[in-house]
């Protein structure tokens, strides 16, 4: 049984440039977070995606976009890259939305480097 | 606002020695928190977590953890420490109980020495 699996591993952008990572949830699960995780910071929630829809947002702008397909994998895209942007992006799954829930699991991330 | 903040940026214990990780949270509830641990290249996983009742609770891989309301503490512990320990530990707490919306700590990072 695969757990979450995010692609690319790595990714070298400039700025300005666009990206999409992809995030493909644990087997029964159907909800999706996206963390940053800065060199040295804890992650830090972007936004979660359930049912195809955004419902919660993070402190992150507008150039941070997701979706969410039928098959319950998401996308993050960021548009007009930064240098800060440069991080390690984590993808959580779960099975429904609550904080309780205990089958929170993480993939192994996408190390976005942007120069 | 919800905060957490983890004093030691890295620690070294030697291998068989007891660890505490220190972990203080701003909330204004009742708080859920949570510890977990990073190892190079890989994902977060899970040790434990406190969600109400009794205030020590018990994790994965012989580690336990004891909530404090009244210090705003909830220190990550184990009483005797191997080499595969040596990672990377973050402390949590989550924001409410829609959505898994978790703030976390600057983490600590831990080396244990032979």
């Known amino acids: 049984d695969a757990g979450v699996t995010q692609s690319p591993t790595h990714l070298i952008k400039t700025r300005g440039q666009q990206v999409t990572l992809r995030c493909s949830p644990k087997s029964g699960h159907d909800t999706v977070s996206w963390y940053q995780q800065a060199l040295g910071q804890g992650p830090q929630f972007i936004f979660q995606y359930y049912e195809e829809e955004e419902r919660q947002r993070g402190n992150f702008p507008d150039r941070f976009s997701g979706h969410q397909f039928p098959n319950y994998s998401s996308e993050l895209n960021v548009n007009a890259l930064l240098l800060g942007d440069s991080a390690l992006y984590l993808c959580?799954?779960?099975?429904?939305?609550?904080?309780?829930?205990?089958?929170?699991?993480f993939g192994s991330g996408t190390q976005l480097s942007v120069l | 606002a919800q905060s957490v903040t983890q004093p030691d940026i890295h620690i070294t214990v030697s291998e068989g020695a007891s660890l505490e990780l220190r972990c203080n949270y701003s909330?204004?509830?009742?708080?859920?928190l949570f510890w977990y641990v990073q190892s190079p290249g890989q994902g977060l996983q899970l040790l434990l977590k406190y969600f109400s009742g009794d205030t020590l609770v018990q994790g994965i891989k012989g580690f336990e953890a004891e909530f404090k309301r009244s210090q705003s503490s909830f220190n990550l512990r184990k009483p005797s420490v191997h080499w595969s320990d040596a990672a990377e530990y973050f402390c949590?707490?989550?924001?409410?109980?829609?959505?898994?919306?978790?703030?976390f700590g600057t983490g600590t990072s831990l080396t244990v020495i032979p």
């Open positions: 959580a799954s779960s099975f429904r939305t609550g904080i309780t829930n205990e089958k929170l699991f």
């Open positions: 909330y204004g509830a009742t708080p859920y």
């Open positions: 949590a707490v989550g924001a409410n109980t829609y959505g898994n919306q978790f703030y």
